[in-house]
């Protein structure tokens, strides 16, 4: 996504491409495409210049929405799940104490990720410091 964030308003990239920046296999990106493309992040274009693309501005996907799509509900344990229904999965949750704090651990979480863009994430690429070029000293 943070890939296809810098590229915004260029047109499609292809997986190919994604595949070689981010040093990921493509198997694997095609998996995610589909996630992503049902949950309306991005769209896809077909044809040699195909690929794929934000369905939004940058600065409009929140990361909450993106690990969303990819993951499913935000649940650091069970029974502190986004969705209602597997709250109540487990018997403890309504007088459970240590429920209180994974309900507080799932909201840092979600407010962290939800007030951070793609916007945000999508700066230059740094430079591996494998490639950098270091002058010599003597």
Do not use: F
Not at 55 to 74: K, N, S, T, W
Request: net charge negative; glycine share 8%; aromatic share 4%.
């Amino acid at each position: 996504m943070v890939e296809l964030a810098r590229h915004y308003g260029d047109g499609p990239v292809s997986l190919a491409e994604m595949a070689d920046h981010e040093a990921l296999p493509r198997a694997y990106l095609e998996q995610l495409v589909v996630s992503l493309r049902g949950a309306g992040l991005v769209q896809s274009t077909r044809g040699a210049r195909g690929g794929y693309q934000l369905a939004q501005p940058p600065d409009q996907v929140r990361m909450g929405a993106v690990l969303r799509a990819l993951e499913g509900p935000i649940a650091p344990m069970i029974c502190a799940s986004e969705e209602p229904a597997h709250a109540g999965i487990c018997e403890r949750t309504g007088y459970c104490n240590v429920n209180l704090l994974w309900v507080k651990v799932r909201d840092a979480i979600t407010g962290a990720l939800d007030s951070v863009t793609l916007a945000d994430l999508a700066l230059p690429r740094p430079q591996h410091p494998y490639h950098a070029v270091t002058p010599l000293t003597t």
